[in-house]
């Protein structure tokens, strides 16, 4: 079945570093990838996607692609806030036994990110 | 409503005692997901309805676990005769489209948080 391996953290950064958190696939075919994070206190939410290979996902000043020669679909943003504190999660759908990508999720382990002033 | 709903947010109970969490997905969407989240850990997939039927209930860890979905919308989470290693957040979240959607994105819920003594 499709899997994840996220760099294990945690990651801390001064305001305005260059953040990179690494995040690897494996899969059978090219389905969408995702990033999720989650806030201090709030519930996880979407970050950006991609839904196929070659594409690059942004939002909020981060970005993704989605590189099927390395299986990598990294996180990385050019530089970092107080605001950005929070847990990453790497993320792709489930396969059925036909071969289809299905929208069950399987996510990484999280990676957590503490931006200090 | 706008969002996923989940209640309780909080549920502290003792070993041994019967546990009902409920999700109030986004109206219209008819996936509806079940995953759980430990400490430190990426959330782990429990079950998966779309519509009123369980469409995957591969991660419901053993026969404590149950999950209704019975008129399309609301779903509740069943946990039997509790045990302190089920202390976690629960998760719900819910998404458009049909099944074989990987590129959905899901909207999560903020979680029930459950604690075990």
């Known amino acids: 079945g499709n899997s994840v391996t996220q760099m294990e953290g945690p990651v801390t950064l001064s305001e305005e570093a260059f953040l990179t958190i690494n995040c690897t696939y494996t899969?059978?075919?090219?389905?969408?990838l995702f990033w999720y994070v989650q806030y201090p206190g709030e519930g996880l939410q979407l970050l950006l996607k991609?839904?196929?290979?070659?594409d690059k996902g942004s939002n909020k000043g981060f970005e993704a692609t989605y590189r099927k020669e390395t299986t990598s679909f990294h996180l990385e943003k050019g530089s970092v806030q107080v605001s950005d504190s929070a847990v990453y999660f790497c993320?792709?759908?489930?396969?059925?036994?036909?071969?289809?990508?299905?929208?069950?999720?399987?996510f990484g382990q999280g990676t957590i990110l503490t931006v200090h002033p | 409503g706008a969002g996923v709903s989940q209640t309780p947010s909080n549920k502290v109970t003792e070993k041994g005692k019967y546990v009902e969490l409920r999700c109030d997905p986004i109206s219209g969407h008819t996936a509806l997901y079940w995953y759980r989240q430990s400490l430190g850990q990426g959330p782990e997939f429990l079950i998966y309805?779309?519509?009123?039927?369980?469409?995957?209930d591969s991660g419901l860890p053993n026969d404590r676990f149950f999950a209704v979905r019975p008129e399309g919308s609301v779903s509740t989470l069943k946990i039997q005769r509790t045990e302190r290693g089920d202390s976690a957040v629960y998760l719900c979240?819910?998404?458009?489209?049909?099944?074989?959607?990987?590129?959905?994105?899901?909207?999560f819920g903020a979680g029930s948080r459950l604690t075990v003594l």
């Open positions: 979240a819910s998404s458009l489209g049909g099944p074989l959607s990987g590129a959905n994105v899901l909207t």
């Open positions: 899969a059978t075919g090219y389905p969408s």
């Open positions: 309805f779309q519509g009123t039927g369980a469409a995957d």
């Open positions: 991609a839904t196929k290979a070659d």
């Open positions: 993320a792709l759908p489930g396969i059925t036994a036909g071969g289809t990508s299905y929208g069950k999720l399987t």
